[in-house]
T-cell receptor, first 115, second 113 residues
Framework: KAGVTQTPRYLIKTRGQQVTLSCSPISGHRSVSWYQQTPGQGLQFLFEYFSETQRNKGNFPGRFSGRQFSNSRSEMNVSTLELGDSALYLC??????????????FGAGSRLTVL | AQSVAQPEDQVNVAEGNPLTVKCTYSVSGNPYLFWYVQYPNRGLQFLLK??????LVKGSYGFEAEFNKSQTSFHLKKPSALVSDSALYFC???????????FGKGTRLHILP
């Protein structure tokens, strides 16, 4: 059973550019969450999608957006990149939001460096 | 809104000694509590969770955690530390009324040989 797949694994961008990250959840999982990991802030919740609908959103500016497709794959986009956006972006999937004790399964992450 | 705090950025323990990684939380209702571990250059892995029932929860790799409702704590413990336990540990909470899972800032555990 394939795990959560994130692409690309590493990328370097310059300020002002935009970036799109992709996440393919475990087969059968319909919920996808995104987190930003930085050394000083730990894991910060970006958003969660279920059945192509954003169910929850963290406290990030509108430059951060996402979407989910009918096959449960998800993308997140960051526009007008800033140096502070450099981070490891983690995607996690679970079976769905109806069972609150569901365990998140994480991908390996996409490491974004903004120069 | 729920929140979780890990008061220690780093914990150093000698191999073979017991270890504790601290976590406190704040929720408006009853919590679901989790511990995850991140080994170098790897994604986060689930260790254990508390839903209801026994306050002592056992998980992977010999770890356990104790839920204390009066102190709103969920400390991670292991009776005898291994060098291979060295990693970054995250505590997380989900408020039953809100499907977000919120993570702490993480505690780096160093097990000294």
């Amino acid at each position: 059973k394939a795990g959560v797949t994130q692409t690309p694994r590493y990328l370097i961008k310059t300020r002002g550019q935009q970036v799109t990250l992709s996440c393919s959840p475990i087969s059968g999982h319909r919920s996808v969450s995104w987190y930003q990991q930085t050394p000083g802030q730990g894991l910060q919740f970006l958003f969660e999608y279920f059945s192509e609908t954003q169910r929850n959103k963290g406290n990030f500016p509108g430059r951060f957006s996402g979407r989910q497709f009918s096959n449960s794959r998800s993308e997140m986009n960051v526009s007008t990149l800033e140096l502070g956006d450099s981070a490891l972006y983690l995607c996690a999937s679970n079976a769905g939001p109806l069972s609150g004790a569901n365990v998140l399964t994480f991908g390996a992450g996409s490491r974004l460096t903004v120069l | 809104a729920q929140s979780v705090a890990q008061p220690e950025d780093q914990v150093n323990v000698a191999e073979g000694n017991p270890l504790t990684v601290k976590c406190t939380y704040s929720v408006s209702g009853n919590p679901y509590l989790f511990w995850y571990v991140q080994y170098p250059n790897r994604g986060l892995q689930f260790l254990l969770k508390y839903i209801t029932g026994d306050n002592l929860v056992k998980g992977s790799y010999g770890f356990e955690a104790e839920f204390n409702k009066s102190q709103t704590s969920f400390h991670l413990k292991k009776p005898s530390a291994l060098v291979s336990d060295s990693a970054l540990y995250f505590c997380a909470v989900r408020d039953i009324g809100d499907d977000k899972i919120i993570f702490g800032k993480g505690t780096r555990l160093h097990i000294l040989p």
